[in-house]
Antibody
Framework: QVQLPQWGAGLLRPSETLALTCAVY????????WTWIRQPPGKGLEWIGE????????TYNPSLKGRVTISLDTSKNQFSLILSSVTAADTAVYYC??????????????WGQGTLVTISS | DIVMTQSPDSLAVSLGEGATINCKSS????????????LAWYQQKPGQPPKLLIY???TRESGVPDRFSGSGSGTDFTLTISSLQAEDVAVYYC?????????FGGGTKVEIK
């Protein structure tokens, strides 16, 4: 069973940088796209992006306009989300998830528990 | 981006009765080379991450009760709960994984009447 505990700072000021990390236990780290999704309070789900260790292929949601970086640490089986220049609009619960396999497609079978990040001055 | 539109926004159903949620994609999400629809359904309860119920439009995730079923193809999809139980109160989302950015429907809140 794949488990994805996640952690990171929960309160930031506008213009600061959001940083979250997700660990992967119980399954292969290699060969999957590792994904971040967010959900503003009381609203729907927004896919942020995905990354895989094979060739460093990474894809981001254009809506985040170059503020986002997803990185992988294969030595620790962890992946991270960096979102710069945050505003109140970035207040959300952020989820990590296991995405599709290399060369394939898949639904999001495994999710982290979520981290509420609040942006407030 | 592929836009996913769910209806209704909410519905109230008596215990034991059926519930139907619709999802429409702005583009065809049936991949003709393998005849698979790249559509998933999730259930989300308050304070919890979404839980995968259905993938490939009609395949139940392991452990999901058989009262949940998915159908449809191309651009029109349906999630059916055959006999609503109290534990089914939740928000349900459809999602396409045909192409990035992956996109979700706006959600349907299911309550007990």
């Amino acid at each position: 069973q794949v488990q994805l505990p996640q952690w990171g700072a929960g309160l930031l000021r506008p213009s600061e940088t959001l940083a979250l990390t997700c660990a992967v236990y119980g399954g292969s780290f290699s060969g999957y796209y590792w994904t971040w999704i967010r959900q503003p309070p009381g609203k729907g789900l927004e896919w942020i992006g995905e990354s895989i260790d094979h060739g460093g292929s990474t894809t981001y949601n254009p809506s985040l306009k170059g503020r986002v970086t997803i990185s992988l640490d294969t030595s620790k089986n962890q992946f991270s989300l960096i979102l710069s220049s945050v505003t109140a609009a970035d207040t959300a619960v952020y989820y990590c998830a296991r995405g599709r396999p290399l060369g394939g497609a898949a639904a999001l079978h495994y999710w982290g528990q979520g981290t509420l990040v609040t942006i407030s001055s | 981006d592929i836009v996913m539109t769910q209806s209704p926004d909410s519905l109230a159903v008596s215990l034991g009765e059926g519930a139907t949620i619709n999802c429409k994609s702005s583009q065809n999400i049936l991949y003709t080379s393998n005849n698979m629809n790249y559509l998933a359904w999730y259930q989300q309860k308050p304070g919890q991450p979404p839980k995968l119920l259905i993938y490939w439009a009609s395949t139940r995730e392991s452990g999901v009760p058989d009262r949940f079923s998915g159908s449809g193809s191309g651009t029109d999809f349906t999630l059916t709960i055959s006999s609503l139980q109290a534990e089914d109160v939740a928000v349900y989302y459809c999602q396409q994984y045909y192409i990035t950015p992956l996109t979700f429907g706006g959600g349907t809140k299911v309550e007990i009447k």
